[in-house]
């Protein structure tokens, strides 16, 4: 692992589904970040992780939730897909509140 | 919250052309970064450049706080230089970073 790996790169999801987007990264970063891509919306914030133990809200939290047990891991979980979440889904991760990010390759969900 | 704005949002240039892309941001900011999404989707961190001037390469970026933009330039551009540039802020509470709607770049051999 070098840098974010995040899983699975692409899913295709049945409205209702339970569905989880893991994200890992080797880093040792403090910060770690999902963001959601929408053509026209650029990217938006869901939810955010100051440092393990932790986790805040960003712009478009509804729907989704995530958890943060250890510095290295930050799955974004939706619990009852719709096909407005259907995205690409990136993670990122930073030293802190002011380093540069760097960001995973993406996961793109399409709920049907 | 925080706006980010972008200009232009389309650009065309001819290899070997420089551009300039502007970001205008509309509050105090402590962290200020560009990104390049390339065809494949892949978002790489060029800058991180909360103020001041720095160079990479052909590129460069320089942060006016107190006038609130950032400017990133690319000069003798070449084709593996198209794709989207997005600019992004975040608030003065942390690092969470606001995106501007990017500025998609098409260099034409």
């Known amino acids: 692992i070098a840098g974010i790996t995040q899983a699975p790169t692409s899913q295709i999801l049945a409205a209702g589904r339970r569905m989880t987007l893991r994200c890992t990264q080797d880093?040792?970063?403090?910060?770690m970040y999902w963001y959601r891509q929408d053509l026209g919306l650029g990217l938006r914030l869901i939810h955010y992780?100051?440092?393990?133990?932790?986790?805040g809200k960003g712009e478009v939290p509804d729907g989704y939730s995530v958890s943060r047990a250890n510095t290295d891991d930050f799955p974004l979980t939706l619990a009852s897909a719709v096909p407005s979440q259907t995205s690409v889904y990136f993670c990122a991760s930073s030293e802190g509140g002011s380093g540069g990010y760097t960001f995973g390759s993406g996961t793109r969900l399409t709920v049907v | 919250g925080i706006q980010v704005e972008q200009s232009p949002p389309d650009l065309i240039l001819q290899e070997g052309a420089n551009s300039t892309l502007r970001c205008n941001f509309s509050?105090?900011?402590?962290?200020l970064q560009w990104f390049h999404q390339n065809p494949w989707g892949q978002l790489i961190n060029l800058f991180y450049i909360p103020s001041g001037t720095k160079q990479n390469g052909r590129l460069s970026a320089t942060t006016v706080a107190t006038e609130r933009y950032s400017l990133l330039y690319i000069s003798s551009s070449q084709t593996t230089d198209s794709g989207v540039y997005f600019c992004?802020?975040?608030?003065?509470?942390?690092?969470?970073?606001?995106f501007g709607q990017g500025t998609e770049l098409s260099v034409k051999p």
């Open positions: 992780s100051n440092t393990a133990g932790t986790t």
């Open positions: 509050d105090s900011v402590n962290n």
């Open positions: 880093m040792r970063h403090n910060a």
């Open positions: 992004a802020a975040a608030y003065n509470q942390g690092g969470k970073l606001i």
